[in-house]
């Protein structure tokens, strides 16, 4: 009888630090999806704004051929690679200095920011010079005064990257002292400097294509020294020590450099869906004016979701994944990467069903305006929907990405990015070979469908192999995935979402655009809550009861 006593007790405290896991995750990702949403609809102000003044002709190709770069590097660094691999290579030198971590962090701030300075500050002026060729890899079907343009207007956005490179690093010392907040809103900063930049274009002082590029590098420095000031402000409350002291610390010159080292594989490794996209644009130059733009835009309306869900879990779970490995707690490792799963797809996949509903008219309703004409609209409405089967997909990569990367696998994660890009080149040459019945302009995204697909698929395959390791060759449990009840309550809810949605705007075409988009979305939240209440989801009832408590 004391035995079961035990037992009971035991699983109920283990369904309650599920529950406090759960609900703390989900407040740390609250406050980065918070910002996040501020983020996107100023980000989606910013792209309305752009395709007011710009359309879906020959400027704006070029436009988004020069801003194509920069904006990857914006999120390999700002969302990705660079600010995940170092959080955790931070995250791994203060655990292991302990009680002397706080000057050792000062020192190797200072000799992180010197080094990757010079680095980015040198590849951007070399880049300066090899515009034209850098525009040739981006968009070889462009030519002639499209290149001269697109060239011109890639000068003046490339600064931004050494700049994004400088906030990225002060990121990941933030996020490494526990600071989410001000590295989740300064995206928020660069979004008022661009509408700032838009609004000079309105007014004519300046063409709406330098507008927008020259504000791109604003606000990079805008983003840069506010969070480098955060950086020093927390830095500065440390004690200087002696120097005999700063020394005994360990090498902290040396470890800057191998944070520097790991650098590029990880940046590989989290490349995957941004390398996806510029082989999408590069196979889309050779197609018709106008088809580069429609991608871009739909990509621009992808990112509303994918950073309010797969960005902001990845990076909430980051550091404490990592604190995991450190401490060896493999088995609170795998229970904080199951919530991270388990939210992701709970949250991802309604807005995948609600998004092919309203998709086309929340295009319209958007974008629609202007120079923005209704073929634009029709090609962007078809870009979003071949994009939507890779939505899941690039939501899951976050927190397996920050799984591999708290594991210290980024080799390897390198080498699947490699893959699914390959795949992605592959599958694209071949849709676009003519031996396929698709619409032109959605060939590219469903090539990047494929590739997004094998890299989840590989990531799982390469964490249950690295989990195999830690525990036992016969490790069968696989504690970090979700269940699949979790997977198919969450997936019949998803169905109920998508469902609510288009049986509202089907019963509502006689009504206003805006009115009908209203009445989708809600309709479709209230069945995605209900169902998910029906089925008694456990996740659900956890952040419903924790958004009431705090």
């Known amino acids: 009888m004391a035995s079961l006593v035990t037992v009971f007790m035991g699983k109920v405290r283990q369904s309650g630090e599920r529950r406090d896991e759960t609900r703390g995750l989900v407040r740390t990702s609250a406050l980065l999806g918070g910002a996040a949403l501020v983020s996107r609809v100023l980000g989606l102000v910013r792209d309305m704004c752009m395709a007011w003044l710009l359309g879906g002709g020959m400027v704006a190709d ?9 904006h990857v590097v914006r999120r390999l660094l700002g969302e990705g690679s660079l600010s995940m691999t170092l959080t955790a290579s931070l995250v791994h030198l203060e655990c292991e ?15 992180l920011s010197l080094r990757l300075g010079v680095i980015f500050f040198s590849l951007a002026l070399l880049g300066t010079f090899a515009a034209p060729w850098l525009v040739g890899f981006l968009a070889p079907g462009f030519s002639g005064e499209q290149l001269e343009r697109t060239s011109e207007l890639l000068c003046l956005s ?5 700049c994004a490179v400088m906030a990225a690093l002060g990121m990941a010392f933030l996020h490494s002292l526990g600071v989410f907040w001000l590295p989740a809103f300064s995206p928020v900063l660069f979004n008022l400097v661009m509408l700032g930049f838009a609004a000079v274009a309105v007014l004519g002082s300046l063409p709406p294509a330098v507008a927008l590029a020259t504000g791109m590098t604003c606000g990079g420095v805008a983003q840069w020294l506010i969070q480098w000031l955060a950086v020093r402000r927390l830095l500065s409350t440390i004690p200087e020590k002696p120097v005999t002291d700063r020394v005994k610390d360990g090498n902290f010159a040396s470890d800057a450099w191998a944070c520097v080292r790991r650098l590029p594989s990880g940046i590989l490794g989290t490349a995957a869906p941004q390398l996806a996209m510029l082989l999408a644009m590069a196979l889309a130059s050779g197609m018709e004016q106008g088809q580069v733009a429609a991608l871009y835009y739909a990509e621009r309306l992808l990112e509303l979701p994918l950073g309010l869900v797969g ?9 404490k994944l990592s604190r995991f490995v450190v401490q060896g707690e493999m088995g609170l490792f795998e229970e904080h990467l199951s919530t991270a799963l388990r939210l992701t797809l709970l949250f991802i996949l309604p807005a995948v069903t609600g998004l092919w509903a309203v998709g086309p008219n929340l295009v319209e309703g958007l974008l629609c305006h202007g120079s923005f004409d209704g073929s634009a609209t029709l090609e ?6 071949a994009y939507l089967p890779a939505l899941p997909a690039l939501a899951l990569n976050r927190p397996l990405l920050a799984a591999c990367n708290a594991l210290n696998m980024e080799s390897r994660t390198a080498i699947i990015s490699a893959i699914a890009a390959t795949c992605t080149f592959v599958a694209g040459c071949v849709l676009l070979s003519g031996c396929f019945s698709i619409t032109g302009v959605m060939l590219p995204a469903v ?9 989840t698929c590989l990531l799982m395959l390469t964490l249950d192999k690295a989990l195999r390791r830690v525990h036992d060759v016969r490790y069968t449990d696989r504690q970090w995935l979700p269940s699949l009840a979790h997977v198919m309550r969450q997936i019949v809810s998803a169905m109920a ?5 288009e049986v509202c705007l089907e019963y509502m075409d006689a009504y206003d655009l805006w009115a ?13 809550y209900v169902s998910l209440a029906i089925v008694r989801d456990g996740d659900l009832s956890t952040i419903v009861a924790g958004f009431f408590r705090y």
């Open 447 to 455: 090539a990047v469908d494929i590739g997004m697909w094998l890299q």
């Open 158 to 162: 490339l600064p931004y990257i050494p």
């Open 497 to 501: 979402t998508g469902f609510a949605a």
């Open 380 to 385: 962007t409405g078809r870009a979003l929907l």
């Open 97 to 111: 200095r302990g009680r002397d971590a706080a000057g050792y962090m000062r020192s190797l701030a200072k000799a």
């Open 311 to 319: 960005v902001c879990l990845g990076m909430a779970s980051l550091p």
């Open 62 to 70: 070029a436009l988004v051929v020069a801003l194509r770069l920069p």
């Open 516 to 528: 009908r988009l209203g009445c989708a979305i809600v309709s479709g939240a209230l069945a995605w």
